[in-house]
Nanobody
């Protein structure tokens, strides 16, 4: 049984940092491209950052470029998202997702390519 579990969310002041983690079990981790998505109340789900199976390919949404860093440790079946210089508009539920082999687009519309999803971890940035 595949399980995807996020952690690391919380409440932080603007300008602060958080590190999200996602552990996936029950699958061959390095067969999967991975991504972080987020959804704020009343807004559509958006792709934040995605990473290829080897980690050599990384995508960032324009809104987080230069502030967020995605990485993965295939030996630990773990995906990370380091979030720096957080802004109130980063407030959302953050989800980890896994796509077998590769993903088409790291975006809300591309989310259908992702096979497995976690339950999410809440990130709240106060101004």
């Amino acid at each position: 049984q595949v399980q995807v579990v996020e952690s690391g969310g919380g409440l932080v002041q603007a300008g602060g940092s958080l590190r999200l983690s996602c552990i996936a079990s029950g699958l061959t981790f390095d067969d999967y491209a991975l991504g972080w998505f987020r959804q704020a109340p009343g807004k559509q789900r958006e792709g934040v950052s995605c990473i290829s199976r080897s980690g050599s390919g990384r995508y960032y949404a324009d809104s987080v470029k230069g502030r967020f860093t995605i990485s993965r440790d295939n030996a630990k079946n773990t995906l990370y998202l380091q979030m720096n210089s957080l802004k109130p508009e980063d407030t959302a539920m953050y989800y980890c997702a896994a796509a077998l082999w590769s993903y088409g687009a790291c975006s809300g519309s591309g989310a259908t390519a992702f096979n497995y999803w976690g339950q999410g971890t809440q990130v709240t940035v106060s101004s």
